[in-house]
Every structure is written in structure tokens, then in C-alpha cells.
T-cell receptor
Framework: GESVGLHLPTLSVQEGDNSIINCAYS??????FIWYKQESGKGPQFIID?????DKRQGQRVTVLLNKTVKHLSLQIAATQPGDSAVYFC????????????FGEGTQLTVNP | KAGVTQTPRYLIKTRGQQVTLSCSPI?????VSWYQQTPGQGLQFLFE???????NKGNFPGRFSGRQFSNSRSEMNVSTLELGDSALYLC????????????FGEGSRLTVL
């Protein structure tokens, strides 16, 4: 089946820098694109989502960009902090699929003090 | 508000046995979904229950089953365990209407020997 994938398995940044995590998706029928954060020993935690008819959405210190032309999704984290260290997953969902999310492979973000 | 609660957190079984995992969703959430997380396959959707009915099912063999009770609590069962069933099993709940925000529990770590 189609899946959502991430470009890089690991990303290391300095505290205070901005982080950009990228994701490529293949399902053109997806209605929502979502970012989750998973800390060690915990379940994934919702960060932000964006509907397919939008190209940008901002949250607290995070911005998600969607480029449907090239099927690309990115998560920007401003002023990255040590507490941001985690695995980040992108996921997609069709409106008719209920809670069925298709997850990408994940990017391990490490923030160095 | 209490989060999603999964029990047991850790368990060890041997091949051929069966296992039942339990999930209590956030109060008021009627949708419960289950995901399997492994290092090799990542996060994969198992099934979703809504108002005691299976609404969606992922691509897993029939050994994987689930159910939901009238109080929205859910259980999943894996019969005839195989070594490859070793994984973190995550339960997530969501409100009736949402975009992509699932609330995950901390998971049940199953090891099959």
C-alpha cells in the first residue's frame, strides 16, 4: 500500500537552532497530514496537523508546511530545546478512514546543549 | 483528565500462546484504535473500534482481533503467538470528530520467546 516516508532517520542540532524535519508522502487522496512526537518509553504525542487544502499552519514554536505539488511535508521547530529531543513521525489520513493513520518511518531528533 | 491507560505495560509469552491487551480510552472518547510498533515495520494500524463496532481493519492476519465494550474500553487479542509478534502495542483514542489527533497510551510491550 501507499505510505508516508521521512527523508532522514536522524537529525542533530544545537540548542537554540531551528530544526526542519522533512517527509514525503505518496497518497494523493490524503486529507490530513499530521506530525507526532514520541519520547523514549512513551506513546506518540500529537504536535500539529494540516488539512490538504492548506499549505502552512503554525502552532507554538512549530510550523508545518505542505507542498502538494511535490507531495512534501515539513515540520519546522523554532529555537529547538533539549526537551524537543525525540522521534518525530509524519502521518497521513483520509477523511473517510476514521482513525486509520499511515505513519512514516520517523526521524530521531537530538538536541545538543 | 486521565489519559489513555493500557495494561499490562510489559509481558513475556512463548510461541503458540495467546495474549489479551487492555485499553481504557479518555473519558468521552468513543473511538479506540490499535497500532503495532516494531523497529522494522514502524507504526502500523491494526484496527479501530467505534461504538462497539469495528470500523477499520489493517493488513494483519486473523490471529489479531479486538473488541470494544459499551463503556468504550477495548481489548485486543493475539492468538498462536509468533516471534514476529514481539512489539509495542499502542492504543489510541479520539473524539468523534477530529482531524488527525489521536491520544496514545504508553503501550504494552510484548516479548514472544
Amino acid at each position: 500500500g501507499e505510505s508516508v516516508g521521512l527523508h532522514l532517520p536522524t537529525l542533530s542540532v544545537q540548542e537554540g537552532d531551528n530544526s526542519i524535519i522533512n517527509c514525503a508522502y505518496s497518497n494523493s487522496a490524503s486529507d490530513y497530514f499530521i506530525w507526532y512526537k514520541q519520547e523514549s518509553g512513551k506513546g506518540p504525542q500529537f504536535i500539529i496537523d494540516i488539512r490538504s487544502n492548506m499549505d502552512k499552519r503554525q502552532g507554538q514554536r512549530v510550523t508545518v508546511l505542505l507542498n502538494k505539488t511535490v507531495k512534501h511535508l515539513s515540520l519546522q521547530i523554532a529555537a529547538t530545546q533539549p526537551g524537543d529531543s525525540a522521534v518525530y513521525f509524519c502521518a497521513d489520513r483520509e477523511e473517510t478512514s476514521g482513525s486509520r493513520l499511515t505513519f512514516g518511518e520517523g526521524t530521531q531528533l537530538t538536541v545538543n546543549p | 483528565k486521565a489519559g489513555v491507560t493500557q495494561t499490562p505495560r510489559y509481558l513475556i509469552k512463548t510461541r503458540g500462546q495467546q495474549v489479551t491487551l487492555s485499553c481504557s480510552p479518555i473519558s468521552g472518547h468513543r473511538s479506540v484504535s490499535w497500532y503495532q510498533q516494531t523497529p522494522g515495520q514502524g507504526l502500523q494500524f491494526l484496527f479501530e473500534y467505534f461504538s462497539e463496532t469495528q470500523r477499520n481493519k489493517g493488513n494483519f492476519p486473523g490471529r489479531f482481533s479486538g473488541r470494544q465494550f459499551s463503556n468504550s474500553r477495548s481489548e485486543m487479542n493475539v492468538s498462536t503467538l509468533e516471534l514476529g509478534d514481539s512489539a509495542l502495542y499502542l492504543c489510541a483514542s479520539s473524539a468523534i470528530t477530529y482531524t488527525g489527533e489521536l491520544f496514545f497510551g504508553e503501550g504494552s510491550r510484548l516479548t514472544v520467546l
